[in-house]
């Protein structure tokens, strides 16, 4: 028994579940904050990118603003012909919505030391 009258394999465990919870907190974290669509600051929902510069907004989102302010990044302000320039944004979206499966794999990683292949 340790100074703690915990046994030493209680306090590694603690440690792996601190380490586990950080590394989850990191990955929600960079997907909230790099996923995260300008006009309304959630996590992407459908999101499309316009063609000519690039940036990727809600599918909602986009479809609002151009109604209110015409077709125009609401990021940029770079001007687009029209809604034809928009296109989904399948990968971000994929990427999106596995963020739960992509959270369990890592602590599955971090606990067991094993890679699953799915």
Partial sequence: MSETNQPPNQ???CRVVVVQSAAVSTLNSLVDNHFECFICLDTFKGPNVILKCLHHFCETCINKNIQRCGVQ???CGARFTSRR??????LLEDIVSEKDVVAAS???????????LV
């Fill in 85 to 90: 320039d928009l296109r989904k944004a399948q």
């Fill in 73 to 75: 990044c609401p990021a």
């Fill in 106 to 116: 890592l602590l599955l990683i971090l606990s067991t030391g094993t890679i699953l």
């Fill in 11 to 13: 306090s590694c465990l």
